[in-house]
């Protein structure tokens, strides 16, 4: 195991994995890395900052494991400043022209690596690919699976999609050009949650984007799972939303369906659990914040007169 300061190896990708409290999780993490079908990674593992041992079993994963390793992990420990700020340190400390994502407690399927290269090779107009992922449990069951659909045609209407929320780039399975961030900037650190939408959408705006058609990464789905904190997830979005309000793909229009779309995945947050007034309170927003979108119009009616 490497640690900061020591002069890394040339490699094709570097692997952020950002980690707080999740040592239990990376044995899978690290293991779906090394059973990859390319060799030329380097896995960038920050630590942000955790107290459950996680530099203990960093070391000693790195010890039982160093021929298989064979010097690509490199550790980084920071005080706890949030995802935003552990990938950013993982950026700066890496030097490889890719860039791929794998949080603590996710998994890549092995030709994930592989797929993703493919994608980017001789297509210099492109700067980030992304693919299908598959949900599950703690316990290791899929729960479901999304291979979604292609991004869109040109930068706007990419833009408009991500800015909308209409097509959306699993975290695990997106990779994505260093010459990027060196061009847009690196995460947004103000933003607590939606930042990896904020810099996909910078991204979008001034390059190109593939998808790879197929399941690349396992997404794990826990009950502390940022995205059921409603209060925080509706703060960050209408962050995310005021930041980019006219700017390429960013309308008027594409601003109120945004708005829209940020309120009624509130109503529906509120309705599963059972608080009902909320629910129909933010779907009645929803309703007037795009009338025109059928969709909303439906939610709000099965949420209003839900038995």
Known sequence: MRKAGHRLPMSKVDILIPAFNSAHFLTGAIESVLAQ??????ILLVDDGSSDGTREFVE?????????????LTYLYQQNRGLPAARNAGIRAGSSPLIALLDADDQ????????????LEDRHDVGLSYGGVSR???????????????????????ARR???RTVHFPCPTVTFRRECVDAVGMFDETMRATEDRDLWLRIAQRYGVVFVPRVLALYRVSAGSMSKDLPR???SQRQFIAKHAGELGC?????????AGVL???AVGYRARGERGRATRFAAQAVIRAPWLRNLWRTAAAITFAR
């Open 251 to 259: 309308g008027w229009a594409a601003r109120q369906v945004a708005l």
């Open 37 to 42: 079908t390319v060799a030329e990674w380097r």
């Open 233 to 235: 997830m509706l703060t």
């Open 162 to 164: 991500l800015y909308t």
């Open 60 to 72: 000693r994963f790195a010890a039982e494991n160093a021929d298989r390793l064979a010097g690509r």
């Open 108 to 119: 890549w399927l092995p030709t994930r690596l592989e797929d993703s290269i493919r994608s």
């Open 264 to 266: 009624e995945q509130q």
């Open 136 to 158: 599950f449990e703690l316990s290791g069951t899929v729960l479901d699976t999304f291979v979604t659909s292609e991004p869109g045609g040109s930068r706007e209407e990419v």
